[in-house]
């Protein structure tokens, strides 16, 4: 049951493996529709060929499970071979032992041959028990016969299976080797064209840093107007109470907060934003994608180019390309605590959980507002897709007051 329980679960991974796989070669066949610059192709093939052989990895840990099924399976039908041949060999010694003796004169003369009456009973009941013996004997033969014809059969169809399993895993084989023969052209291509790639990687770089420094200021805005209204609340909670006649309360509620000595680098929660921060926090790990379908085209923090290792790329969050006419989407509940015009092409929704920040940059259009309370996996508004390109990316951050955190380690796998 454990190992067709596992088969399941890698059938199932294979499938979803399978999906990953169509939905990559539609962007493919998007961008190379519309591609300008090999540079776009070459990162969806590289998720492609990633995809392939997880494909072939997962068949491979199908197959394995098999064969040891198979073997165990082979165990158990070994097993009952050597069973049956005991048991038919007794059996058939029983059956001329009763050949012999099968008159109804020799078995009453063996009952009545007893020298006591007591014997005599006992002689009965063992001639009973002898008819039983064998009776029950008869039928664990058949038993194990029919036990052993279901292995067999089960045997059967495993070995055909695992034959299918090969044949899959042959033909992603061959076709693999067709993708890297095809990612190694585009390789070429573009190092032909070093300059302007570098060129643009790092006028990209410059455009990226100036974002992040807009975001870095409306985050600092937005925990200072959460801080101001929570004093706020505070100093009304303190008036309301010093109305009722609390002494301890009134001097309290002369205490004005000056408004420069509100934080702007990190919120002071209140206990229900502090309940939201730690469900936020809670969740890590099992978030859901800001997006239904896609994969991620370029990580979290200072890592080398795919094709020039000595260039320096930073991402202050994860890069995820999905298809056309996509949608960006909440991973988790809370209130949108900013709407970013970051340039004439590319908006932004920041929404705050507890002292989390989530980001969705690079949206076309917006169909949320300030102040509005979303819900996990709410629709935030549509993804750019580039003209020039043909590519459409979402970029996704989390924060923890200003902090910058790895969103890869937050989404579910």
Known sequence: MWSQSQQEKLEQRKAQIQREIRDNEKMLRSVKSKEKSAMNVFLIQKNKIKLKENLIN???KQKRLLADD????????????????????????KIVNSYKSRSEQSRAMFILSSENFLQA????????????????????????????VSYNEKL????????????????????????KEEQEKLVNSIKKDKNRIVSEIRKKQR????IDAQINRLIREAIAEANRK???????????????????SKESAKVNIPKASVSSSRIELTPDDKLIADNFRAN??????????????????????????????????????????ANARAVFGGEVASVMVLSPVNKAVMIQHGDYFSIYQNLSSVSVSKGDKVSIKQNLGRIRTNGDTGKTVIKFLILQNTTYMNPQGWLAN
Do not use: C
């Open 58 to 60: 997962t068949t491979e």
């Open 70 to 93: 198979m073997y165990r399976n082979q165990l158990k039908i070994n097993k009952l071979n050597r069973e049956l041949k005991v048991l038919k060999e007794d059996y058939a010694k």
């Open 121 to 148: 009973y006992k002689r009965v009941q063992y001639l009973k028990q002898y008819t039983s013996f064998r009776k029950s004997q008869g039928e664990e033969i058949n038993a194990k016969s029919k036990e052993l």
């Open 156 to 179: 059967k169809v495993q070995k055909a299976a695992k034959q299918k399993l090969i044949a899959e895993n042959e033909k992603e084989r061959q076709s693999l080797v067709k993708e």
């Open 207 to 210: 455009e990226s840093k100036t």
């Open 230 to 248: 929570a004093a706020a609340e505070r100093a009304r909670a303190a008036a309301a109470a010093a109305a009722s006649g609390d002494k301890s």
């Open 284 to 325: 890590r790990g099992k978030l859901p994608w800001p997006v239904e379908r896609g994969f991620v085209s370029l990580g979290y923090g200072d890592q080398p180019h795919p094709i020039y290792n000595t260039l320096v790329v930073h991402n202050s969050g994860v890069e995820i390309t999905t298809t056309d006419g």
